[in-house]
């Protein structure tokens, strides 16, 4: 199976009011560490950049991974998915969509995820936390024409409902945990 990994990293941390993808966090930034753990499940790892790419591509361009810049990134993350999508497409059976704020992330996640995958016919295996479903998500091939229409800052939680039948989840309570405004830094102690 050719899996490949999109990280979403063009978003501009209006709320945190800092690029969320620079926060250190166990003496690296939130982006070195998604691509680390990234590139342990696949040698394919993109990197949509998009309002900070300036500060963010620098850090990121010896790791290993691919960048792509999303000058559309204000349209929000669905431009993003897009951008993504359609880069890795014609060379992936399947594209596993990370986030950069999501510090507590870890490889026995997302090879849980591959696993399930692999082994069963569910075209979507999904994370599960707060009792709903979210990010990481990975996405068979047959999905990606419904990523390649995404509009606005929805994601795919847009059209999961089309494919309740047809998708696997995996718990990750640390999930919930995100950076999005200062007072989410304290979760980080």
Known sequence: MNLSVLILAAGNSSRLGQPKQLVFFR??????????????????????SGANAVAIEPIIRNTGVEILH?????????SSIRKGVAALAP??????????DQPFL????????????????KQIVACE????????????????????TLQGD????????????????????EGIIDIDQPSDLDNLS
């Open 106 to 121: 870890q490889l026995r996640t997302l090879e849980e995820m591959v696993n399930i995958y692999q082994n069963s016919e």
């Open 70 to 78: 999303n000058p559309g990134w204000e349209e929000g993350m669905g």
């Open 91 to 100: 060379e992936s059976d399947a594209i596993l969509i990370l986030l950069t």
């Open 154 to 173: 929805k994601g795919a939680k847009a059209f999961l409902h089309k494919y309740q039948k047809s998708i696997a989840f995996v718990p990750f309570p």
């Open 129 to 148: 936390y707060g009792g709903k479903p979210g990010v990481p998500m990975l996405f068979s091939k047959r999905i990606f024409p419904d990523l390649l």
């Open 27 to 48: 003496e690296q930034t939130l982006i070195e560490q998604v691509c680390r753990t990234a590139l342990q499940i696949s040698g394919k790892v993109l990197v949509v």
